[in-house]
């Protein structure tokens, strides 16, 4: 009897080829909020290991750390869909003043939030 390898519906490698693609093909612009979000992301990742490895004892300061970061990752994440989206009803420039108003309002909740 001959074995047959039996292929995967979405094998990994095509995967990383159809992504590494799409971000050769994106613009400048949009590349820089992806590294940006990736950045957010690893911050986080960071900020939990460091939480294991030495604790949480201001619980509050680790939330508001953890919350600053996945808040930016998420609104980056929204001024990318605006911006690459060819829908846009507005300018870019007010897009990216929404953005700017809105991290400013994170960014002043999380520094109330550290206590």
Do not use: H, W
């Not at 953890?66 to 980056?76: D, E, K, N």
């Amino acid at each position: 009897m001959a074995r047959t390898k039996s292929r995967t519906a979405f094998p990994l490698r095509d995967v990383v080829n159809t992504f590494q693609k799409a971000f050769t093909d994106a613009p400048a612009k949009v590349k820089v909020l992806d590294i940006y979000i990736g950045a957010a992301l690893l911050t986080i990742v960071l900020q939990f290991a460091y939480a294991s490895l030495v604790g949480t004892f201001p619980f509050n300061s680790f939330l508001a750390g953890v919350f600053c970061c996945a808040g930016s990752a998420v609104l980056t994440l929204c001024l990318r869909l605006q911006i690459s989206s060819g829908q846009l009803d507005m300018p870019v420039d007010r897009a990216f003043v929404e953005y700017a108003l809105a991290m400013v309002v994170l960014f002043l909740a999380c520094f109330c939030y550290l206590g």
